[in-house]
């Protein structure tokens, strides 16, 4: 495998572009942004373990045909680690672009992004606590 090699001026582009420190200039957006990708994490590691729960086993419950097909191949479980560490990679790389970002735009765009994904993945959540309790009663 060839390992990718980045010419100096390409470095230089992306020193310009990402700061090597908090680029805001007050810590209130700053905050807001790491109670964002806290939420957003704490929401796709309870969507994780609900999901778990309501499928109970059962993959035919499951409504995504490609999650389907993934816990059908290597099983649940390590299906629903997946998605989770997947999404965490996704809050990780919007909040680095989101606080490091020397552009205005870029970094509210991915403080926005960060704020949609938590929630979006908020909304997920109750949506499947409510499948829960309607199926506990």
Do not use: H, K
């Not at 582009?13 to 905050?31: D, G, H, I």
């Not at 191949?73 to 680095?96: E, M, S």
Request: glycine share 6%.
């Amino acid at each position: 495998m060839t390992r990718l090699r980045m010419s100096d001026a390409q470095r230089e582009q992306w020193r310009r572009e990402l700061a090597a420190e908090n680029a805001w200039e007050s810590e209130t957006p700053r905050r807001l942004v790491d109670l964002g990708a806290a939420i957003a994490i704490a929401a796709a590691v309870l969507d994780a373990v609900l999901t778990y729960a309501v499928l109970d086993g059962s993959i035919y419950l499951e409504r995504n045909p490609i999650v389907e097909r993934a816990m059908r191949a290597i099983g649940i479980a390590p299906t629903l680690i997946l998605g989770a560490l997947l999404r965490f990679a996704i809050v990780a790389a919007l909040t680095y672009i989101a606080t490091r970002a020397v552009r205005p735009a870029a970094r509210y765009g991915a403080a926005f992004a960060v704020g949609g994904v938590a929630l979006w993945w908020c909304v997920v959540v109750f949506a499947n606590a409510a499948v829960v309790a309607r199926g506990a009663s």
